[in-house]
């Protein structure tokens, strides 16, 4: 496990699963100074980005850098586990 001397990991905003159902989806936004990652437990989803949608599915990660555009459409019962990790040094 990784931690610092204080019990936290340097930069970790929010560690969280998430169930969804199809149809539901979480609105097209940016995030200005932090990292999100998704990875999908299980279920389909539709990510779209600044250029495209794909497809992810169980196993997949998908890695949004700060300042890009995404937003997800759930096509199946989906579980995720994600989280956030605030940019350091920047500036």
């Known amino acids: 496990m990784a931690r610092d001397s204080k019990n936290e990991i340097p930069g970790l905003l929010q560690f969280a699963k998430?169930?969804?159902k199809p149809g539901q989806f979480i609105e097209e936004h940016k995030h200005?100074?932090?990292?999100?990652?998704f990875y999908i437990?299980?279920?389909?989803?539709?990510?779209?980005?600044?250029?495209?949608e794909i497809l992810a599915e169980k196993g997949d990660t998908i890695i949004v850098e700060p300042e890009t555009m995404h937003g997800l459409r759930f096509l199946e019962d989906t579980e995720m586990i994600?989280?956030?990790?605030?940019?350091?040094?920047e500036g």
């Open 32 to 37: 200005q100074s932090m990292y999100e990652v």
């Open 41 to 52: 437990n299980y279920g389909k989803i539709a990510f779209k980005n600044e250029n495209d």
């Open 18 to 20: 998430a169930c969804f």
């Open 82 to 89: 994600y989280f956030n990790l605030e940019v350091q040094g």
